[in-house]
């Protein structure tokens, strides 16, 4: 247990290191979360800072999934080592939640984040690849008919659980579990885009819809 406890906070002050603030840092200072909608996001990020900043900042969000579930599990630790009574897998799945969750509370930015999609995705690029095209498929759709983000990411979220639990159960059950966990935890962290939505104040992007109508 104290292989997988360890690996565990080694994923999370991982996940902990905000893609945004590393490269406000590298742009001078800048703090996208006293910008916008104060979120450390990716979203935030293209909308106050622009493509290359965001492009930066996903690069980051996402690598640190990767690295979290494909590196930290298989490191031997001095005076730790390989734990026989540890589950690979359930070690593996458990520093994946672990680096979400420091990308969602950092520990590093007085637990201000992301909402936790991007590094996600870097989860699954370890996990279980082959859900990513309907994931990117699935958000796409929703963005182009509604322009909300943050609800595009939500049912892309419910797609991954969705598609494991037509295609790869009972063989992938921890895997399903670990995306249906996942997807409930992206709603919480979305819960401010939902109050939004439900206020009508939340902003779409509007040059995404393919049926918004333009003013001549």
Request: with cysteine.
């Amino acid at each position: 247990m104290l292989e997988l406890a360890i690996k565990f906070l080694l994923s999370y002050f991982l996940g902990s290191v905000m893609g945004s603030l590393v490269m406000g840092r590298i742009r001078g200072g800048v703090d996208i979360r006293t910008m916008g909608s104060g979120n450390a996001g990716g979203t935030n990020a293209l909308r106050t800072q622009g493509w290359a900043f965001a492009l930066g900042v996903m690069v980051i969000d996402i690598g640190k999934g990767v690295i979290g579930t494909g590196v930290v599990p298989g490191i031997e630790l001095p005076m730790v080592g390989i734990s026989p009574d540890v589950s690979r897998e359930w070690l593996t799945l458990c520093c994946a939640a672990a680096s979400v969750i420091g990308h969602v509370w950092p520990m590093w930015h007085q637990f201000r984040g992301g909402k936790g999609a991007a590094t996600l995705v870097g989860t699954l690029v370890v996990l279980a690849p082959f859900l990513l095209l309907p994931i990117v498929a699935a958000w796409a759709v929703v963005l182009v008919l509604s322009g909300y983000v943050g609800l595009s990411t939500m049912v892309a979220g419910f797609v991954a659980p969705v598609v494991l639990a037509l295609v790869r159960l009972p063989e992938d059950q921890p895997v399903f579990i670990y995306c249906a966990a996942m997807s409930m935890y992206l709603v919480f962290s979305h819960r401010s885009n939902i109050r939004r939505m439900l206020e009508g104040s939340e902003t779409r992007t509007r040059g995404a819809m393919i049926f918004h109508r333009r003013r001549a």
